[in-house]
């Protein structure tokens, strides 16, 4: 199992949300690129990076942090938010970010982004609010089941699913488990779960389930959970 630890990025600053909502962000850091620093020290392998005005906006807005990020430390990066198109991609991985994650785009346009899968190292994101998936930056509802759209990506070459219960997240509330079974199960595919992780409990039924990863956000920075001793023992 992977713990990856995550910053939302947000006009610069690391952030966290409730719900996915913008107007509710918490700042937890001016500087992001020093607490993926201490990510790395603490023994994380892996960091989730999400652009949160990239993801309302489609488009990249915090190129200038997640360079700086990348500069400062040697931990291999997933990122997502606002990666629309292919330029973008290979933009971020000229950057030297590992794995792209798509997800907007990952529900409207499946077939693109199977194709894309092909030449790129792509996770999809399905994000869902009470089963159904929402995009551009969970601004929208789009009339499709989660594990509908993760069944589609049953063949492809994504590297892996992450799968978000927007109504966790930011909650501290723990993981829906079930919803995170049912997207693996629908998709065949490695998932990473998302959204509400609450203490360690969380942490030992991913591991319990085999699930492939889990995204550490909120519990860390409201410190609930010791990151640093979940790093050592995964």
Not at 212 to 217: A, D, K, L, P, R
Request: hydrophobic share 40%.
């Amino acid at each position: 199992m992977i713990v990856f630890p995550a910053i939302d990025l947000k006009d610069g600053k690391a952030v966290r949300l409730t719900k996915g909502v913008m107007d509710s962000a918490k700042i937890y850091s001016d500087e992001p690129w020093e607490l993926a620093k201490r990510f790395e020290d603490m023994g994380a392998k892996w960091l989730h990076i999400v652009d949160l005005n990239g993801a309302f906006a489609g488009e990249p807005k915090n190129l200038a942090q997640i360079e700086k990020i990348r500069k400062n430390t040697d931990l291999k990066i997933q990122l997502g938010g606002g990666i629309r198109d292919e330029k973008t991609i290979k933009r971020y991985l000229d950057l030297g970010i590992n794995r792209v994650i798509l997800g907007s785009i990952a529900a409207k346009d499946p077939q693109k982004v199977i194709s894309l899968a092909d030449n790129y190292p792509i996770a999809v994101g399905i994000d869902a609010k009470d089963g159904y998936v929402a995009i551009d930056g969970w601004d929208k509802t789009e009339g499709i089941e989660a594990k509908e759209l993760a069944k589609i990506y049953e063949n492809s070459k994504i590297e892996c699913i992450i799968a978000t219960d927007i109504n966790k997240d930011g909650m501290l509330s723990g993981l829906n488990i079930d919803f995170i079974k049912q997207i693996e199960k629908a998709s065949k595919k490695p998932v990473i779960a998302s959204g509400g992780v609450a203490g360690v409990e969380d942490i030992e039924k991913v591991k319990a389930n085999n699930i492939y990863g889990v995204i550490v956000g909120k519990a860390f920075y409201e410190g609930k959970i010791d990151l640093e001793k979940i790093l050592k023992e995964n």
